[in-house]
């Protein structure tokens, strides 16, 4: 009897800004191990049918909200737990790489490549490597070429999360029952993106990532995948990316050569999702906007400090504009701010009862740009343990309830207004620390803004210091042909 194939598991998976201030640190991550590893993914508990007769090996898995970069010395714990994991794991015939694609580490330009390389030191060519990725993560060279499969999510906003990981994962397991090593072929397309332009609710995305289906049920292609990149990170391999396997090698070929050329005709057509403007003209069209009950409650999206995407969530820039509006002091609009990220403020006036006047200076220590910490003087509204938020409280100010965290989080889910005490759907306007609204917020919302806010996450790239992409790269450079060869190792 043959014996059983062995696949070990593990990664690490943040994304991280190296234009935000944030350190991301090991507190930042929520690590599992063993069983608690294992426990993460639906096909191991129970037992899938596919997942049957394999050994899955657990080695560390670590993940981080989007956040700065990485402290060093945490990414190389983790790296080297891998890394001793799989010498201690013996024979393997795969490893599953659970990872974003867009780990900024201090010092390092290529994170999950370096990853790669060093997964293959230890286990050597032979077992197949497949790798489970976000969208806004980036395929470098050394990642492809350490990879024998590759793929990433399919929608934006992600909710194809966990079908990702496991069509990575069976993907593998089919390829190892196959014997055969898969063909993969890579496109870079030289195009840098904010994921506010490139929702897959809307075209061009959703053209483009609606054709993914049709491409990979073709003879010989095994998977098909269009990553955006990353554009928060100043590095070489920031950019766009089809990758494609397959069983034959000349349709993994065309399928990503295929797909690589329609991204890059699309180029041009990548516009926000939702009407944007600066921070006072999008405050100008809610003020007005709110007295239409069809329009309420306004979202306005603080997009630059967005911690969904690293940002350091504590700039003051929007609060501050916010209340500088008579009518959100006055009382007339009912307004919401979600979030500041400040323990010190939130341990400052926790302990009060609701309904105490306070007076605390709110935000700006982490990322302190204009205008920095501002002094808040209000009325404690609430304080509630927010299980992502820890310890948050509600200030009241004029007709806005400003929500402060212990932790770095973001206000995606109608439940964590709830929390502190606000229903969103019975407010005027709703100013949040995101980028295009997650599904939750998009139903509630009367209508939406995107406000271009200054941030680590700024969505203006023009506005980005740049100095290591690889040029030229659309649209920071226009005039130009792209290389769109195919690379197949
Ligand atoms: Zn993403």
Redesign the pocket.
């Known amino acids: 009897m043959p014996r059983s194939l062995r696949i070990a598991i593990g990664g690490i998976h943040i ?1 991280s800004s190296t234009f935000s201030p944030h350190l991301s640190t090991a507190s930042d991550f929520e690590v599992t191990r063993g069983d608690a590893l294992t426990a993460r993914y639906a096909w191991l508990s129970p037992l899938a049918p596919w997942a049957a007769e394999i050994e899955w090996v657990p080695l560390v898995h670590a993940r981080a909200l989007p956040g700065g970069a990485v402290d060093a010395a945490a990414y190389d714990a983790w790296s080297a737990e891998i890394l001793d994991g799989l010498a201690r794991a013996g024979t393997l015939d795969g490893v599953l790489l659970d990872i974003h694609g867009a780990m900024s580490v201090v010092g390092r330009d290529d994170a999950e490549g370096d990853l790669v390389t060093a997964i293959r030191s230890v286990i050597g060519p032979e077992p197949f490597v497949s790798a489970a990725m ?3 993560g980036n395929v470098s060279p050394v990642l492809f070429a350490g990879c024998d499969l590759l793929t990433c ?1 399919r929608t ?1 906003p ?1 909710v194809d999360v966990w079908e990702t990981r496991e069509r990575a994962a069976r993907n593998l397991v089919d390829a190892l029952r196959r014997g055969q090593r898969p063909h993969k072929a890579l496109v870079h397309v030289p195009v840098l993106l904010p ?1 506010e332009m490139t929702s897959t609710r809307v075209e061009p995305a959703r053209g483009l990532y609606g054709r993914i289906a049709e491409v990979e049920a073709r003879d010989g292609v095994i998977d098909v995948a269009i990553w955006i990149g990353f554009a928060w990170a100043d590095q070489p391999r920031c950019r766009g990316a089809v990758v494609a396997t397959g069983t034959d090698a000349a349709a993994a070929t065309e399928a990503a050569r295929e797909l690589g050329e329609q991204f890059w005709a699309a180029r041009e057509e990548f516009t926000f999702v939702a009407p944007t403007g600066p921070m006072d003209e999008c405050l100008d069209t809610a003020l007005v906007a709110v007295a239409d009950p069809a329009r309420r409650p306004f979202f306005i999206s603080d997009s630059g400090d967005n911690p969904g995407a690293g940002g350091a969530d504590d700039v003051t820039f929007a609060l501050s504009r916010l209340l500088a509006r008579p009518e959100i002091r006055d009382g007339s609009v009912r307004a919401v701010f979600a979030s500041l990220v400040d323990p010190e403020a939130v341990a400052q006036v926790a302990d009060r009862s609701p309904g105490t006047p306070v007076e605390v200076p709110v935000g700006g220590r982490i990322d302190p740009r204009d205008p920095g910490p501002l002094p808040l003087a209000g009325v404690l509204e609430a304080v509630a343990e927010d299980p992502d938020g820890g310890r948050c409280v509600s200030i009241r100010v004029g007709g806005l309830s400003v929500f402060v965290t212990s932790r770095r989080m973001q206000y995606r889910q109608l439940a964590s207004y709830a929390r502190l005490g606000v229903a969103v759907d019975e407010v005027d306007l709703v100013v949040v620390k995101i980028g295009y609204l997650e599904p939750e917020l998009f139903d509630a919302a009367g209508d939406w803004l995107l406000a271009l806010t200054p941030g680590g996450v700024d969505q203006d790239l023009e506005r980005l210091p740049y100095a290591h992409l690889v040029r030229p790269i659309f649209p920071l450079d226009r005039d130009f042909v792209a290389d769109l060869t195919v690379a197949t190792r």
């Open positions: 994304e976000d969208l806004h999510y934006a992600h994921g």
